[in-house]
């Protein structure tokens, strides 16, 4: 038995000008209105949206480098 993609209460035919789209991650084809684009350009479907991606987790790691090697302030007693 094959993996459901799409909800089985999304309306069939599907409405004017939608159209499906595979997720470049997990491959599978969903309705391109159910996908968002992340931050690295991808298409996410909904399983994989709540991931982050490579350029989510680079930003991440060189703000927290930024923070790491700010000098902490003086305390003046």
Do not use: F, H
């Not at 459901?4 to 595979?22: D, Q």
């Not at 991808?42 to 989510?56: F, H, K, M, Y």
């Not at 790691?61 to 003086?74: D, S």
Request: glycine fraction near 8%; include cysteine; charged fraction near 35%.
């Amino acid at each position: 038995m094959g993996r459901l993609t799409m909800p089985r209460k999304y309306p069939l035919p599907a409405p004017g000008g939608e159209r499906r789209a595979s997720c470049d991650y997990c491959g599978i084809k969903w309705y391109r209105s159910e996908m968002k684009r992340d931050a690295s350009g991808r298409l996410a479907c909904p399983d994989d949206q709540s991931g982050r991606d490579a350029v989510t987790l680079d930003r991440a790691n060189a703000r927290a480098a930024a923070l790491a090697t700010r000098p902490k302030p003086r305390r003046l007693d």
